[in-house]
């Protein structure tokens, strides 16, 4: 079978159920693992985001949200010579990956229709049950399952500890402006012990005030900004935020319980890892209980 990915996290999950020799396509997000940076690019963004500031991001979306100009580009020729049997995309957000409009384009674009299998996942558990569909539909239903069992067993061990608190956390996704961390994020804070703050699982990302994030007083704030790493992150948090006397004044900020975290590899995106992601929140959140779970170098750090 030949397989275009849409969206950085079937990349690596096609990968992990070993099937990375089927893919003949993938988008420019497409780092993970190595071998994906191999791969023809079927998918470009309109501007180069390593560039720019948050706010200078922002500034860039709404604009060609306004104009209905694209963020994402097709390439013809890639997609033509690709000649899949199967595209996967995703259907959860229009500005962090290649979305249903792409996916679309592709199509008019393609001489002989391929398969389509657009996941949209909002919580940890659609993340489980798309690693189960993307299996079935490559032909990989057994590694998947064996995955699938993994990931669960990961998640358990972290859900069946009894907390005698559970600390506030405040997950940003944005810092300007500031977005909520929606989604899967508030049921990572969940299974990871702890009180998610201002947003739900499963709604979607929204703008909110640095008045909701001092009524909300939470006892933890986890900087994630979209597709940021924990370098980057904490760059933006202290540009952004240093100066400011009332973030600086929260409780989380003063207590020294101020992260930053590689959203990038483990909470932007509906991807298997994001339970590496729960297991990040979970050293943060209850140090003295998760010690022992590994996290790579990098992958979370105090601001």
Not at 187 to 197: D, E, R
């Amino acid at each position: 079978m030949r397989i275009v990915s849409f969206l950085p996290s079937a990349t690596e999950l096609v990968f992990e159920l070993g099937a990375g020799d089927d893919l003949v396509g993938v988008t420019h997000e497409c780092l993970y693992p190595e071998q994906a940076r191999q791969k023809p690019r079927v998918i470009s963004s309109v501007f180069d985001p390593e560039t720019m500031t948050s706010r200078q991001i922002d500034d860039k979306i709404t604009e060609l949200a306004k104009t209905g100009a694209p963020i994402f580009l097709v390439h013809e020729d890639n997609i033509k010579n690709a000649k899949p049997d199967l595209i996967i995309g995703q259907g959860t957000c229009a500005v962090c990956s290649a979305y249903t409009n792409e996916v679309n384009r592709a199509l008019e674009i393609l001489e002989k229709r391929p398969q389509v299998e657009v996941i949209d996942p909002h919580n940890i558990d659609d993340i489980i049950s798309s690693v189960s569909a993307i299996a079935k539909k490559i032909g990989r239903e057994s590694q998947g399952k064996a995955l699938v069992e993994s990931l669960q067993k990961r998640i358990n061990h972290i859900k069946e500890q009894s907390h005698a608190t559970r600390p506030k956390v405040l997950c940003i996704e944005w810092i300007e402006p500031f977005f909520t961390s929606g989604h899967w994020v508030p049921q990572m804070v969940q299974i990871a012990g702890g009180t998610n703050l201002i947003s739900n699982t499963g709604e979607h990302s929204r703008k909110m005030t640095l008045d909701e994030v001092v009524s909300a007083d939470p006892d933890i704030i986890i900087m994630m900004p979209c597709g940021f790493d924990t370098k980057r992150a904490i760059s933006e948090c202290t540009s952004n935020l240093q100066k400011n006397p009332r973030w600086q004044n929260l409780r989380a900020v003063k207590s020294g319980n101020l992260y930053a975290v590689d959203a990038n590899s483990y909470f932007s995106k509906p991807s298997i890892r994001t339970i590496t992601g729960i297991e990040i929140l979970s050293k943060i959140i209850h140090p003295e209980k998760f010690a022992e779970l590994v996290t790579s170098d990098g992958a979370f750090a105090k601001i």
